[in-house]
């Protein structure tokens, strides 16, 4: 079976990976993919927005199985564009989409079945703005509406500080939206949760923790991730118990009550203390880097499981899960993510080795008359699976240091809380 995945990040690359080791799967084709990507798949040069090109492409190439790894095209419609035209999209719908496009959509549901998460409100404009950051405690959460990758949250020390932020957003910070949501500073450990749906039935799909400042200790800006490990070491079956109840479920239902069942990886990002989950927000994808430890600890066929999706019978397939621990971390280039970084050679990649326990994922990289180059941003992500964090570690930052790219950036120290306690 021929099979098109869209993306060109480290998460891409490890569902090509992934879906490589599938018997079933014949040729796999990365739209557009990266330098990574090239080695296993067919890199195809289509803008992921390029719905029409897409649908040629596929019709053309025998491809009836299509993975959306980024948010971007299922928010734009990219399942219901391509269904319509008879192809499966391992994805949600632009309507269920919306859990990740509008913090303001997602509030509402929050609202309407009682999820816990951080108290709130949605402003269009500056009115009363001032009078509510006034109510509040510090530090205050202002967030961008709209798709802002990553960089639309700001927590806020000082109110002066919050009320500025409000103010950027309003005046057309983000293309996305001028919407803001103001909300209450949760604090505890942050954990991912991801559930795969059918739409009818839904199976968990792993957990994982992120690290989404730039510096050690977790300092510094937010960036889209520099480094995940998987298992979360703060989900405990209890705490798990929760997340299912008291907001998988809820949501699930929620969307199919709107006439949107979420079709494709949901994944709640939580805040969790005192052994109380509280949703931060949702993702419609797998995250990235958090793809890439979860695809090292898959041990079930995922093309199977995706068939299974299609036919709505994921409840009939068991998922296994490697015990071992991974780990996964990111380097980028100098600079980022202040500074726009500029293309470079990457060398010696070639001097690690590559098998099912360490793998060298690609992100912003690609190829010219052979040589690698970094595009900046996010660039390369080292992943091991090893009896445990440390160990997983120690491999990472071996491969990392093997590579000779005068740009290179990456934390050290990836895991700390769950490898100090
Ligand atoms: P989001 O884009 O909503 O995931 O937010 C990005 C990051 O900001 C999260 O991963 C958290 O680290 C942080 N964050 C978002 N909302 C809150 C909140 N209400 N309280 C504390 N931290 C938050
Ligand atoms: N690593 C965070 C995300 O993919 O949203």
Redesign the pocket.
Known sequence: MNIAVIGSGG?EHSICFKLKQSKQTNKIFCIPGNAGTSAIAENINIDVLNFKSISEFLRNNNIKIVFVGPEVPLVKGIKDYLEKKGFFVFGPSKAASRLEKSKSFTKQLCKKYKIPTAQYKSFNSMKGVNEYIKKMNTPIVIKADGLAS?KGVSICISKTEALKKCKEINLGKFKSSKKFVIEEFLSGEEA?YFILSDGKNYKFFGTAQ?H?RIGEGDTGPNT??MG?YSPSSIITKKVEEKIKQQIIEPTLKGLKKLGCPFVGVL?A?LIIKNNQPKLIEY?I???????QVLMMRLKTDLLKIILACKKKQINKIVINWSNKKAMTIVASSKGYPNKQSKISEIKSTQKILLNNNQYLFHASTFKKNNRIFSSGGRVLNATALSKNLKSARDTCVKMLKKINWKDKYFRKDIGWRAINS
Not at 285 to 291: F, I, K, N
């Open positions: 998460r990553g991912s992120d989404k889209g991730g995940a994944y990002g993702n994808r797998l995250g990235d880097p958090e793809c």
